[in-house]
T-cell receptor
Framework: KNQVEQSPQSLIILEGKNCTLQCNYTVSPFSNLRWYKQDTGRGPVSLTIMTFSENTKSNGRYTATLDADTKQSSLHITASQLSDSASYICVVSDPPSTLGRLYFGRGTQLTVWP | NAGVTQTPKFRILKIGQSMTLQCAQDMNHNYMYWYRQDPGMGLKLIYYSVGAGITDKGEVPNGYNVSRSTTEDFPLRLELAAPSQTSVYFC???????????FGPGTRLTVT
């Protein structure tokens, strides 16, 4: 069964600190992996999209890594800010030939304290 | 560019009532999607469309219907609302399958 598991479920860090969020998936075949940020009461917003051939991709203070062999990804946030408080969702897509269906993780709720 | 817009933002329905959730995008995207997000759960695909006049079921289509008469609009119809349909509904669109999806702000629906 295709699944996306994220850990931890929730995380609290102090402003200025770094953190790493984890994503394990069983989706196969696999096309791309995405990280979304979802602020409370808003729709998800894309942070990064990586294909199976990419190992890392950055977007400002956000760096995503991917190990397609072990089916693991991580999202590293550097020098956290209060505005980073949000849910971070890992999403894995199977190939367009099979509709390109997206499998959503449940998200990691990050809280940044001043 | 407004992106993806959804109306209403909030709605309370009584069991058995019907309503339509509106979704519109101004990016000329062919692909549009409806998701629901239950508390503590990942988003689940309800219906999707690959272009005007073409729609198909997603993972959880029961109790919903869609239509796509134009590229811009993709309304979601709830017939005979049930408490199990209490959720937050998101509409999304993308230029091509496999590309970044752009999400609307969501509609929070409560059925009591």
């Amino acid at each position: 069964k295709n699944q996306v598991e994220q850990s931890p479920q929730s995380l609290i860090i102090l402003e200025g600190k770094n953190c790493t969020l984890q994503c394990n998936y069983t989706v196969s075949p696999f096309s791309n992996l995405r990280w979304y940020k979802q602020d409370t009461g808003r729709g998800p917003v894309s942070l990064t999209i990586m294909t199976f051939s990419e190992n890392t991709k950055s977007n400002g203070r956000y760096t995503a890594t991917l190990d397609a062999d072990t089916k693991q990804s991580s999202l590293h946030i550097t020098a956290s800010q209060l505005s980073d408080s949000a849910s971070y969702i890992c999403v894995v897509s199977d190939p367009p030939s099979t509709l390109g269906r997206l499998y959503f993780g449940r998200g990691t709720q990050l809280t940044v304290w001043p | 560019n407004a992106g993806v817009t959804q109306t209403p933002k909030f709605r309370i329905l009584k069991i058995g009532q019907s309503m339509t959730l509106q979704c519109a995008q101004d990016m000329n995207h062919n692909y549009m999607y409806w998701y629901r997000q239950d508390p503590g759960m990942g988003l689940k695909l309800i219906y999707y469309s690959v272009g005007a006049g073409i729609t198909d079921k997603g993972e959880v289509p029961n109790g919903y219907n869609v239509s796509r008469s134009t590229t811009e609009d993709f309304p979601l119809r709830l017939e005979l609302a049930a408490p199990s349909q209490t959720s937050v509904y998101f509409c999304a669109s993308t230029q091509r399958d496999g590309y970044e999806q752009y999400f609307g702000p969501g509609t929070r629906l409560t059925v009591t």
